[in-house]
């Protein structure tokens, strides 16, 4: 099976400056990890799309917050000054782009235009998947970016596949450590998203939200799902989550297409999160949402950019892609593991976790009753 990989050059916009870990170089190793590593053959592609246009845009984001986000980040250094007030009305700190005038916001519509275009090529029957990398920019919200994002492509995936191709069922899970928020909100009402979150429990990281009893509102009550795991679960505590909560409800739910997102901040060296993972956790992950997706005929978009341990990033997000491709590719472990996250000794913990969800959406699953 052809995969189609979304990527071009001008990711590396996507660069806030000098100190903050969200650098674009981060984008180059991977596509150039992979090229080492398997041969393109009959195995991928790479394809470049085009940046989103203001209309694009407005399916996920309110027209003002568009028109100051795009003329603060192109503004050079002493327009931006005027704006400063401004700029905390729509972005937090972690979103000020530091140093030089960019192309960060153009890379951010990049990132909405590969979305687009993943959405395209699956529904058109082209391709059953398609990797966007860059993507999973999921605590942008419709007037607010935050924590790295100003366009959140998890949510115009979602968005883009219900109101272009009236989609009914879309499922989201959201591997990333940090909880998705922003895509939370967008979807929080809505019955035709199955927003599926696992992510470190958020009394220890932020955005501080995806509590076990955050399930949704009205209509879409029980169809937002929140996995809080303790500070370093490991490959365990995410293969019982799997089996325990996301396969069953994603045979109940019947979903026909399944978005996926999150690079290797799960990792356990990442330097900005505590969770657990090691390389073959990521292996894991990508193999079940392989079987997962047979329930959707195999179509599948996933979007990849999280990762701040550069060293494991490339491994990480190859045994990810490996696993859900099902590629016979090495599974090598860039950092020691330190012997006590040999075992998973925080699954009695994850255990508890797993009730608790269970118990919150007994009444809107039969698979947990
Ligand atoms: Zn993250």
């Known amino acids: ?53 203001d209309e694009d845009l407005r399916r996920i984001c309110d027209p003002d917050y568009i028109k100051f986000t795009k003329e603060y980040y192109r503004a050079s250094f002493l327009e931006k000054v005027e704006d400063e007030g401004a700029f905390f009305r729509y972005h937090t700190m972690d979103n000020h782009p530091i140093g030089r005038p960019g192309r960060l916001e153009e890379a951010a519509r990049l990132v909405i235009g590969q979305a687009k275009l993943a959405a395209d ?20 919200k419709r007037n607010f970016g935050e924590g790295f994002c100003i366009y959140n492509d998890v949510a115009f995936t979602g968005i883009y596949l219900v109101e272009q191709y009236r989609l009914e069922r879309v499922l989201i899970l959201d ?32 955005p501080g939200t995806g509590f076990a009893y955050e ?24 293969k ?18 399944i978005v996926r997102n999150g690079g ?57 892609v490996g ?10 472990e860039p950092v020691r593991v330190p012997a006590i996250l040999r075992t998973d000794s925080h699954l009695p913990e994850t255990k508890r976790v797993v009730n608790e969800v269970k118990s919150y959406l007994r009444d809107y699953w039969k698979c947990f009753r």
């Open 240 to 257: 019982l989550v799997f089996e325990e909560i996301i396969e069953p409800l994603t045979k109940e739910f019947q979903p026909q297409i």
């Open 121 to 140: 090529l699956v529904q058109s029957g082209q391709y059953r998947k398609v990797i966007s990398l860059g993507g999973g920019l999921h605590h942008a």
């Open 215 to 238: 399930i949704g509102a009205g209509e879409g009550k029980g169809k937002t799902v929140n996995i809080p795991l303790p500070p370093n679960a490991g490959n365990d505590s995410y």
């Open 264 to 320: 290797s901040d799960p990792h356990f060296s990442d330097e900005l999160t505590s969770l657990g993972l090691t390389v073959a956790g990521f292996r894991m992950i990508g193999e079940k949402v392989r079987k997962m997706a047979a329930v959707c005929d195999g179509k599948e978009i996933d979007l990849i950019a999280s990762g701040y341990n550069r060293e494991v990033l490339p491994y990480a997000w190859l045994a990810l």
């Open 175 to 206: 591997t990333d450590a940090h909880a998705g928020n922003g895509t939370a909100e967008y979807f929080y009402s809505d019955p035709r998203v199955l927003f599926i979150d696992i992510h470190q429990d958020p009394r220890t990281l932020y």
């Open 1 to 53: 099976m052809t995969v189609t990989i979304l990527y071009r050059e001008e990711l590396k916009e996507y660069d806030f400056g000098p100190g903050h870990p969200f650098r674009g170089d981060r984008y180059q190793i991977f596509p150039k990890f992979l090229q080492e590593h398997v041969k393109p053959d009959e195995k991928y592609r790479f394809l470049k799309a085009e940046p989103a246009k």
């Open 323 to 332: 696993g859900l491709l099902d590629w016979d590719v090495p599974i090598d």
